[in-house]
């Protein structure tokens, strides 16, 4: 089962910054945050991931908050393109085994609209 | 740079026919090797994965199975399909380091059982 809560849904204006929640809050010391985003009928994206620390890149910034139980990813100028399902998943980083296996739960489908 | 490729596309089998979708990787070695599938409407579930060539494990009971005869190649297969084995089914690797940098997606094959 998943170990993350998000909204099943959020709209976002074109050029405005998307915000989207998640919150992990059974999250292990040894767990990262994973965001991914699947377009519709095609593959899941790798999108940015987290231990601690703030992290940005060229496609979004995580921001985790102090006690790790919850995170935000924002997209800081959406587009139509950036219209998908979002995923967070906590998952540990081992070799092999079943431990650090990816496990998608529902996802927010953002909608991002002219 | 690392490429994954999946095939075919698109299919339409009947009830009862055989399955075999493949799945390859590039410019990798040892790399882990997951089959996702997504049913219409549901999340991602993870089906197969493996670290090694011969090695597989299953993470939920299904009418599917799966093989690793090359370090790079991973097949999903079935002897007699079922209704209810529609779906998109998606292929990724990892890398044999725990994955930390995430899991790439093929672009998938979306399979209709009728």
């Known amino acids: 089962d998943a170990k993350t809560t998000q909204p099943p849904s959020m709209d976002c204006a074109e050029g405005r910054a998307a915000n989207l929640p998640c919150n992990h809050s059974?999250?292990?010391?040894?767990?990262?945050v994973y965001w991914y985003r699947q377009i519709h009928s095609q593959g899941p994206q790798y999108i940015i991931h987290?231990?601690?620390n703030n992290e940005t890149n060229e496609m979004a910034s995580l921001i985790i908050t102090e006690d790790r139980k919850s995170s935000t990813l924002i997209l800081p100028h959406a587009t139509l393109r950036d219209t998908a399902v979002y995923y967070c998943?906590?998952?540990?980083?081992?070799?092999?085994?079943?431990?650090?296996?990816?496990?998608f739960g529902k996802g927010t489908k953002l909608s991002v609209k002219p | 740079s690392q490429t994954i490729h999946q095939w075919p596309a698109t299919l339409v089998q009947p009830v009862g026919s055989p399955l075999s979708l493949e799945c390859t990787v590039e410019?990798?070695?040892?790399?882990?090797l997951y089959w996702y599938r997504q049913a219409a409407g549901r999340g991602l579930q993870l089906l197969f994965y493996?670290?090694?060539?011969?090695?597989i494990s299953s993470e939920v009971p299904q009418n599917l199975s799966a093989s690793r005869p090359q370090d790079r190649q991973f097949i999903l297969s079935s002897k007699k399909l079922l209704l209810s084995d529609s779906g998109f089914y998606l292929c990724?690797?990892?890398?044999?380091?725990?994955?930390?940098?995430?899991?790439?997606f093929g672009s998938g094959t979306r399979l209709t059982v009728v």
């Open positions: 990724a690797w990892s890398s044999g380091g725990g994955g930390l940098y995430g899991y790439t």
């Open positions: 059974t999250i292990s010391g040894n767990e990262y």
């Open positions: 987290g231990l601690k």
């Open positions: 998943i906590v998952r540990v980083a081992v070799y092999g085994g079943s431990q650090g296996n990816l496990i």
């Open positions: 410019g990798t070695s040892n790399p882990n």
């Open positions: 493996s670290v090694g060539i011969g090695q």
